[in-house]
Nanobody, 126 residues
Framework: QVQLVESGGGLVQAGGSLRLSCAAS????????MGWFRQAPGKEREFVAT????????YTADSVKGRFTISRDNAKNTVYLQMNSLKAEDTAVYYC???????????????????WGQGTQVTVSS
């Protein structure tokens, strides 16, 4: 079965950086799109970034554009989220997800994803 395992979260000061990893297993992901989402306490899960396993187009939420970058290592079946210039409002549980049900901009919607990781906590202190 499909498994997604996130890592790399932690506590960081405002202005700092973290890199999240999402290791995927359980099937061939060449047809998938991968996404990062986050959920802060009391808020809905929101889109952060998405890309296809094979391809170069990416979509990034306006709130993190210019600070966060999604990338992948196909050989390792791993997707990354590089987070720079972190702010207190970036504090959340970060989830990776995968789907074959969408591509491109449609993959900014969490409803299109059917496999999710367990999440990793990111806390930014101000």
């Amino acid at each position: 079965q499909v498994q997604l395992v996130e890592s790399g979260g932690g506590l960081v000061q405002a202005g700092g950086s973290l890199r999240l990893s999402c290791a995927a297993s359980g099937r061939t992901f060449s047809s998938d799109s991968m996404g990062w989402f986050r959920q802060a306490p009391g808020k809905e899960r929101e889109f952060v970034a998405t890309m296809k396993w094979y391809g170069y187009s990416t979509y990034t939420a306006d709130s993190v554009k210019g600070r966060f970058t999604i990338s992948r290592d196909n050989a390792k079946n791993t997707v990354y989220l590089q987070m720079n210039s972190l702010k207190a409002e970036d504090t959340a549980v970060y989830y990776c997800a995968t789907t074959r049900a969408c591509s491109g901009y449609a993959c900014t919607s969490k409803s299109n994803y059917n496999y999710w990781g367990q999440g990793t906590q990111v806390t930014v202190s101000s």
